[in-house]
């Protein structure tokens, strides 16, 4: 099936961004949020972000009208209707998930394929709350989605192989590379990333280092790109915890027990880097 309209509903870092991405490979995007206000500055903000990446010779001056022609904010989650394929980035938590699943699933065409970008929550859970459980799937972007090269795909008990097969080909035209998970806690990637970015909470919360020498020794002693601390904070440490959580819950194993340290933070609302403040503080 060939997918020329999208709706992505949440309108923040990720869900933003994979509308950048739809619209900058031709497609039609409806982009939805809670409110009206929130969907149209998100788009309003993608507009500043395209312009930036004129600035830098990364996209054509004319491309950035296209692109951000592609892109409509939602007044209501009714104008996602016409979507081929709808998929979810909102909050890391199953049950506003499978709200925002059951009203998709009754405004959508029957061809339509519902996805979502969970980073950790089960697919064939999210697909059984809908009557279409054949056509849902993970999709799951790394952050930023326009940076990222990585989409995860997740097939849930339910996928069938003609909506796995569509949503390769979506990621492919947008550029990526794909990698299939099957449906367990975490999937690849944060089956592995979490546990990381936890026991360097614990290493701070024991005294190990400071936060800056626990990210150097990381950085250059491991080849990352970006020390956990630093990465935790971007990621949000909301999100960080709610995964460890299911990563907790679900393998049942004391190796992914959530750091007090990282709850604390969380209780304090020092969400990493969209808060102002985590293990760093950001300014502005």
């Not at 395209?50 to 001056?61: F, H, Q, S, T, W």
């Not at 701070?204 to 020794?217: H, M, N, V």
């Not at 990381?218 to 935790?232: C, F, R």
Request: glycine share 8%; charged share 25%.
């Amino acid at each position: 099936m060939a997918i020329e309209r999208m709706a992505v509903v949440g309108a923040g870092q990720m869900g933003s961004g994979i509308a950048q991405v739809a619209a900058q490979a031709g497609i039609e995007v409806v982009l939805a949020d809670a409110t009206p206000e929130l969907a149209r500055r998100a788009v309003e903000r993608l507009g500043t972000t395209l312009a930036k990446l004129v600035e830098k010779g990364k996209i054509a001056p004319d491309e950035r009208g296209k692109v951000l022609g592609r892109i409509r904010a939602a007044d209501r989650l009714e104008d996602c209707a016409a979507a081929d394929l709808a998929i979810e980035a909102i909050v890391e938590s199953e049950a506003p998930k499978k709200e925002v699943f059951r009203k998709l699933d009754g405004l959508l065409a029957p061809h339509a394929i519902l996805a979502s970008n969970t980073s950790s929550i089960s697919i064939t859970a999210l697909a059984a709350c809908t009557k279409r459980p054949a056509q849902f799937v993970g999709m799951h972007f790394m952050n930023p989605p326009p940076v990222m090269q990585l989409v995860e795909i997740i097939r849930g008990l339910q996928t069938s192989d003609a909506t796995y097969q569509a949503v390769a080909a979506l990621a492919k035209r947008f550029g990526k590379t794909t990698v299939t998970a099957k449906d367990s806690p975490g999937f690849i990637v944060n089956r592995i990333l979490i546990p990381l970015l936890n026991e360097a909470c614990f290493a701070l919360q024991e005294g190990l280092a400071s936060p800056e020498d626990i990210d150097t020794a990381v950085k250059l002693g491991l080849n990352h790109p970006m020390g956990p601390l630093t990465l935790a904070d971007f990621v949000g440490l909301d999100t960080c915890l709610a995964i460890a959580e299911v990563l907790h819950r679900e393998l049942g194993e004391d190796k992914y027990r959530p750091a007090p340290l990282l709850r604390n933070y969380v209780a304090a609302g020092w969400n990493g880097r969209k808060a102002g403040r985590g293990f760093y503080r950001y300014e502005g």
